[in-house]
Nanobody
Framework: QVQLVESGGGLVQAGGSLRLSCAASGRTFNNYAVGWFRQAPGKERHFVATITSSDLYIYYADSVLGRFTISRDNAKNTVYLQMNSLKPEDTAVYYC???????????????????WGQGTQVTVSS
């Protein structure tokens, strides 16, 4: 079992920055892919970014490419999402997820991740 806890969300003005953290406890998640997903009210959950073990693969959604950066510190069992140039449309609950995702084509599919955090709210005001 892996327990994930997100932190770092909050209210920020458009153009601002936030850094989300996803801290894992339980089994080490060095061998897991860790992804960030977000869900706005009344909308489906969408892929944001993912990073595999050893940083072998990193992918971003087109909507955040160039503005968000995902990174991991395995020594701290933590994955980060640095979010810059935030826009009102980035407003959502952000979830981190971990899993042993075998195929790279599945890394952007939330259903392929086994463990989820409780989410952290990010609100970007215009």
């Amino acid at each position: 079992q892996v327990q994930l806890v997100e932190s770092g969300g909050g209210l920020v003005q458009a153009g601002g920055s936030l850094r989300l953290s996803c801290a894992a406890s339980g089994r080490t998640f060095n061998n897991y892919a860790v992804g960030w997903f977000r869900q706005a009210p009344g909308k489906e959950r969408h892929f944001v970014a993912t990073i595999t073990s050893s940083d072998l693969y990193i992918y971003y959604a087109d909507s955040v490419l160039g503005r968000f950066t995902i990174s991991r510190d395995n020594a701290k069992n933590t994955v980060y999402l640095q979010m810059n140039s935030l826009k009102p449309e980035d407003t959502a609950v952000y979830y981190c997820a971990a899993g042993v995702v075998v195929y790279t084509r599945d890394l952007q599919s939330w259903g392929k991740y086994d463990y989820w955090g409780q989410g952290t709210q990010v609100t970007v005001s215009s």
